[in-house]
């Protein structure tokens, strides 16, 4: 099975700021990797898949990048709406497994 | 805009079957995989398993020899089985479409394994 390890843990910025989350996997993805964004009480929502592409109606604030066994979601600028759990994860290999998400809270 | 809706008992008794059904509406049930993923409080997510609409299965090793994953194209629905619970299991299970990426979700029900 196949760990996924994200970091940090927490990760604190400001409104207007830009984030960056990583996710490392153990073994390469060959670029299939997606991000979850999860609220408190709700599903978690799809953002991007295939490392890079956008899921419908995710706006373009919203980022992602990486090959081989590192990857990076970003934020480029946190509106309140952002305020969430990230989860990353991965589907190169069965089962899928997820990372065990990046908290971004308000600074 | 695809709705998903999980259905089930609250509560469970150790060593009992969990039963949970997704019912799919404002789209068709056809021509796409259904997953089942679950979250224990305060934990990441655990994929479970998927079932195609044509009834191909595929599950987690970690939990294979304990779930069935059935779907029933008539009622645009498809169905969890985990059998020999115990208080590991409890956790918030979400049915969602698609295998592996899931791009539509149901809003969770919270299942407790507890006497």
């Known amino acids: 099975e196949i760990v996924m390890t994200q970091s940090p843990a927490t990760l604190s910025v400001s409104p207007g700021e830009r984030a960056t989350l990583s996710c490392r996997a153990s073994?390469?993805?060959?670029?299939?990797l997606a991000w979850y964004q999860q609220k408190p009480g709700q599903a978690p929502r799809l953002l991007i898949y295939d490392a890079s592409t956008r899921a419908t109606g995710i706006p373009a604030t919203f980022s992602g990048s990486g090959s081989g066994t590192e990857f990076t979601l970003t934020i480029s600028s946190l509106q309140s709406e952002d305020f969430a759990v990230y989860y990353c994860q991965q589907y190169n290999d069965w089962p899928p497994t997820f990372g065990q998400g990046t908290k971004v809270e308000i600074k | 805009q695809v709705q998903l809706q999980e259905s089930g008992p609250g509560l469970v008794k150790p060593s009992e079957t969990l039963s949970l059904t997704c019912t799919v509406s404002s789209g068709s049930i056809s021509n796409h995989y259904w997953s089942w993923v679950r979250q224990p409080p305060g934990k990441t997510l655990e994929w479970i398993g998927y079932?195609?609409?044509?009834?191909?299965?595929g599950y987690n090793p970690s939990l294979t020899s304990r779930v069935t994953i059935s779907v029933d194209t008539s009622k645009s629905q498809f169905s969890l089985r985990l059998t020999s619970v115990t208080a590991a299991d409890t956790a918030v299970y979400f049915c969602?479409?698609?295998?592996?990426?899931?791009?539509?979700w149901g809003q969770g029900a919270l299942v407790t394994v507890s006497t």
């Open positions: 969602a479409r698609g295998s592996p990426v899931a791009d539509y």
């Open positions: 079932v195609h609409s044509s009834g191909t299965t």
């Open positions: 073994q390469s993805l060959s670029g299939h």
